[in-house]
T-cell receptor
């Protein structure tokens, strides 16, 4: 079965640079979520989109923005990168169920970002 | 969001059943209990979820107490590849991973 695809898998940036992470959800999934996992930390929810609209917001820094496109893929844009942004970034996708509840989230393999 | 309490670590011998407990006493009536696991630095992997009935799939069984304040994930025959951090997450939407249980399966 097709899974969530994330690109790139690895990214190295300098401080103050920008980065764009991409997420391609499972086919037919209409909702995407972004999570950040720092070294030795548990994943933390950043933001989510349903049908191209922001649906929930977690601990996402103001320097980060994200959007979902008409083909449901999503991009996380990170500006003025800081050393502390070095982390694994996971994307997950799900489908809005008939009862208006989100169904199970399935995660991609992640993008490992290193800021030097 | 409901708070969860899981033991920080557990050991299990290969081939034996691994029983991972979770307390979620503040869970809301419409929140499912989801279990995910994360094998070192890989994307979290969905295992199973339930609302109030016990559930079983090809990976595991989930036992939820009648008052829904706790649940137990059962891996019936643990293998070395089941070594991972296991997260119990009451969820209606965004997942709050918490600390999880680090399960070590030993030969």
């Amino acid at each position: 079965a097709a899974g969530v695809i994330q690109s790139p898998r690895h990214l190295i940036k300098e401080k103050r640079e920008t980065a764009t992470l991409k997420c391609y959800p499972i086919p037919r999934h209409d909702t995407v979520y972004w999570y950040q996992q720092g070294p030795g930390q548990d994943p933390q929810f950043l933001i989510s989109f349903y049908e191209k609209m922001q649906s929930d917001k977690g601990s996402i820094p103001d320097r980060f923005s994200a959007q979902q496109f008409s083909d449901y893929h999503s991009e996380l844009n990170m500006s003025s990168l800081e050393l502390g942004d070095s982390a694994l970034y996971f994307c997950a996708s799900s489908l809005m169920g008939l009862a208006g509840l989100q169904e199970t989230q399935y995660f991609g393999p992640g993008t490992r970002l290193l800021v030097l | 969001d409901a708070k969860t309490t899981q033991p920080p670590s557990m050991d299990c011998a290969e081939g034996r059943a691994a029983n991972l407990p979770c307390n979620h006493s503040t869970i809301s009536g419409n929140e499912y209990v989801y279990w995910y696991r994360q094998i070192h630095s890989q994307g979290p992997q969905y295992i199973i979820h339930g609302l109030k009935n016990n559930e079983t799939n090809e990976m595991a069984s989930l036992i939820i107490t009648e008052d829904r304040k706790s649940s137990t994930l059962i891996l019936p025959h643990a293998t070395l590849r089941d070594t991972a951090v296991y997260y119990c997450i009451p969820s209606g939407y965004a997942l709050n991973f918490g600390k999880g249980t680090s399960l070590l399966v030993t030969p």
